[in-house]
């Protein structure tokens, strides 16, 4: 079983930043990708940022903004966050997509955390 907790979520005012952490548990023997996701009140979940074995990709709303990084020696995914905006408000969620010993893949989510921007 592959568990995540984030942190790192708050109220900051527009302008300001912010970084999210998520770590993983469990017996992860390989990951496909670790990535962020947020939703917004009354809208859908979208992705934020994603970071695989091949790529990096951004949302074009937070391109030059955000920057997701990861350290592999401590199973954690960040996601600084800077030049916040209102609109950047959300339930922020960590995803891992991994594989274990009992699964060749497996999707797995955070509980995800609020930020809010806002004077």
């Known amino acids: 079983q592959v568990q995540l907790v984030e942190s790192g979520g708050g109220l900051v005012q527009p302008g300001g930043s912010l970084r999210l952490s998520c770590v993983a548990s469990?017996?992860?023997?390989?990951?496909?990708?670790m990535g962020w996701y947020r939703q917004a009140p009354g809208k859908q979940r979208e992705l934020v940022a994603i970071n695989s074995r091949l790529s990096t990709n951004y949302a074009d709303s937070v391109k030059g903004r955000f920057t997701i990084s990861r350290d592999n020696a401590k199973n954690t995914v960040y996601l600084q966050m800077n030049s916040l905006k209102p609109e950047d408000t959300g339930v922020y969620y960590c995803?891992?997509?991994?594989?274990?010993?009992?699964?060749?893949?497996?999707?797995?989510w955070g509980q995800g955390m609020l930020v809010t921007v806002s004077s």
């Open positions: 469990g017996s992860i023997l390989s990951i496909y990708a």
């Open positions: 995803n891992w997509r991994v594989s274990t010993q009992e699964r060749d893949y497996l999707e797995v």
